[in-house]
């Protein structure tokens, strides 16, 4: 799954304002990433596939370390949502409940399969796109930066 790097502006300031008082800056950095932490999460559970089960949607997490957040799935076949895949021929276990609830033989599908793969469904690309249209995240490290420097300025 591609990686994406969502820049900060003003993260220069923010850093060199926590050298000089961490433990107030830090908290307010936790918070501002704890906030786009899920304001990204919500973002890829918006534009992950419902699919069969839902658990793709329903299993999207975020790891929260030190003014960090990493956002991903959290089943191992997102990748070959995300990406699609190329040709192959599935177990027809994998694909019989799918295709008989769409009334589609079992069979005929993972023929399909193995001719034609799997088309992606780029959701990460998609929800990344929207976080950078509505800019909430760069207004959260914006609202932390004026916190800093009034924390700082005390």
Known sequence: MPSFIIEIQGLKEMQTAFNKSPVAVGKILEKATIMSGEVIKGSVMREAPRGETGRLRDYITAEYRPIQVVVKPGVNYAIFVHEGTKPHFPPITAVSKWALRRG????????????????????????????????????????????IINELTK
Do not use: H, S, Y
Request: positive net charge; glycine residues 4%; hydrophobic residues 40%.
């Open 104 to 147: 589609i033989n079992p069979w005929a599908l993972a023929v399909t399969m193995a001719r034609k793969g799997t088309k992606e469904n780029p959701f990460m690309d998609r929800a990344v796109k929207n976080i950078n249209r509505t800019k909430r995240v760069q207004e959260i490290f914006n609202e932390a930066l004026g916190q």
